[in-house]
């Protein structure tokens, strides 16, 4: 199984909701990462999880909060997020931070809206 | 320090032709080097990478690129293009492990690749 699932796969809240984006890998691997992407740019990273400890923060602002239950399950919760935080949302694995290959595979992301 | 620059932010081609997809790296250290494609509303897929060893890397879907460290370039080419090419694709650069840190993944801006019946 080389795929990473990533739900929901659209999202629309207001700048007042809390909602959590979801990620699941099952290949074993010990290192997540969340993307931004706005349109027509390349994914910016925002965090960096390893063995399930957070490893990287991007200066990505508090109202993005993340979170590693265990190895194969990385969340995003969400709060108070502005209108400028539409985004495509994507999440990543690779096998580790120092893996010979540093290949990541890509979830097919959450289309975020904040109204 | 690292970055990648994609020359085009779009590119046409008819069906058939050649597709060449620019792209030039900086590093201060060996690099590793990625293309991946992006369909519409989907995330990114590995086309291929150069890590070490043969500098000509063969992908998926008929893709190949060369790297020339002379000329810091890690173009993507195909002898045909095929409507389902139509994509976005993104060059990556990142550094070879145990150069300390992370390794961070660097993203080019991507070119748009057009096919045309």
């Known amino acids: 199984d080389t795929e990473v699932t990533q739900t929901p796969k659209h999202l629309v809240m207001g700048m007042t909701n809390k909602k959590s984006l979801k990620c699941e890998q099952h290949?074993?691997?010990?290192?997540m990462y969340w993307y931004k992407q706005k349109a027509k740019k390349p994914p910016e990273l925002m965090f960096v999880y390893s063995y399930e400890k957070l490893s990287i923060n991007e200066s990505v602002p508090s109202r993005f909060s993340p979170e590693c239950p265990n190895s194969s399950l990385l969340n995003l919760h969400l709060h108070a997020l502005q209108p400028e935080d539409s985004a495509l949302y994507l999440c990543?694995?690779?096998?580790?931070?120092?893996?010979?290959?540093?290949?990541?595979?890509f979830g097919p992301g959450t289309r975020l809206t904040v109204l | 320090a690292q970055s990648v620059t994609q020359l085009g932010s779009h590119v046409s081609v008819s069906e058939g032709a050649l597709v060449l997809l620019r792209c030039n790296y900086s590093?201060?250290?060996?690099?590793?080097l990625f293309w991946y494609v992006q369909y519409p509303n989907q995330g990114l897929q590995l086309l291929l990478k150069?890590?070490?060893?043969?500098?000509l890397v063969k992908g998926i879907n008929g893709f190949e690129a060369e790297f020339k460290k002379s000329e810091t370039s890690f173009h993507l080419t195909k002898p045909s293009a095929h409507m389902s090419d139509a994509a976005e694709y993104f060059c990556?650069?990142?550094?070879?492990?145990?150069?300390?840190?992370?390794?961070?993944?660097?993203f080019g801006t991507g070119t748009k690749l057009q096919v045309i019946p």
């Open positions: 990556a650069v990142s550094a070879r492990p145990g150069t300390g840190g992370y390794q961070k993944v660097t």
């Open positions: 990543a694995s690779s096998q580790d931070l120092q893996g010979a290959y540093n290949e990541q595979f």
């Open positions: 590093s201060s250290v060996p690099p590793y």
């Open positions: 150069y890590t070490t060893g043969a500098t």
């Open positions: 290949m074993g691997h010990r290192a």
